[in-house]
């Protein structure tokens, strides 16, 4: 199992805030995919992102993979309460996920 | 919906009981996993079964025993379990073990 690690660990702020998690590794993954899990729901994919380099943008979230391959960055834009709860980076190898610990963020309103 | 289904939701069970969790995908997909999610832990893999055929068990205690009968079903039979068991258990499912999961809402397990 490949490493991934999270930061930070926990995440508050005020609505209308912009918020950054990031996900790193020391190993290249072929592709790397962030989810958001909400209390008492299993995770949901948000996005995969595939290319070095690459940025993906899904309304006020943007999403980045290192250029190596082996790190990525969410960056939410004007957060609101609805964008609270447990973001997962997910790097894959061979048909193979690798879990981050996750980031819990809070949106106060 | 994610298509994903899990029974129950909650379990509380002792130490000396046997129960089964119950996955359901209605997807189509080929793959199905079962992950253990502890507090501040990565989500841990504990079992993938491809065409029904079991392809990967990650050194997973024999108290925990998966059986597959079909590409649809996935259930995890607990037995003698400790309370460091207790997590939450994801179902995931997956076109022919292709990266992208869809995951259950999980079970809830707490072991007295």
């Known amino acids: 199992t490949q490493l991934l690690e999270q930061s930070p660990q926990f995440l508050s702020i005020q609505e209308g805030e912009n918020l950054t998690v990031y996900c790193n590794s020391s190993?290249?993954?072929?592709?790397l995919q962030w989810y958001r899990q909400e209390p008492g729901e299993g995770p949901v994919l948000l996005v995969t992102?595939?290319?070095?380099?690459e940025v993906k943008k899904l309304k006020r979230l943007t999403f980045q993979f290192g250029d190596a391959r082996k790190d990525s960055s969410l960056h939410i834009t004007a957060a609101q309460p609805g964008d609270t709860g447990l973001y997962l980076c997910?790097?894959?190898?061979?048909?193979?996920?690798?879990f981050g610990a996750g980031t819990t963020v809070t949106v106060r309103a | 919906e994610t298509g994903v289904t899990q029974t129950p939701r909650h379990l509380v069970m002792g130490m000396t009981n046997k129960k089964s969790l119950k996955c359901e995908q209605h997807?189509?997909?080929?793959?199905m996993y079962w992950y253990k999610q502890s507090a501040k832990k990565p989500l841990e893999l504990m079992f993938v079964?491809?065409?029904?055929?079991?392809?990967e068990n990650n050194s997973v205690p024999s108290r925990f025993s998966p059986e597959c009968p079909n590409s649809s079903h996935l259930f995890l039979h607990l037995h003698t379990l400790q309370p460091e068991d207790s997590a939450l258990y994801l179902c995931?499912?997956?076109?022919?073990?292709?990266?992208?999961?869809?995951f259950g809402p999980g079970t809830r397990l707490l072991v007295l």
């Open positions: 997910a790097g894959e190898d061979d048909y193979k996920l690798s």
């Open positions: 995931a499912s997956s076109p022919q073990g292709r990266e992208t999961q869809y």
């Open positions: 079964y491809n065409f029904k055929e079991q392809t």
């Open positions: 992102v595939v290319t070095g380099g």
């Open positions: 997807l189509g997909h080929n793959a």
């Open positions: 190993s290249v993954f072929s592709s």
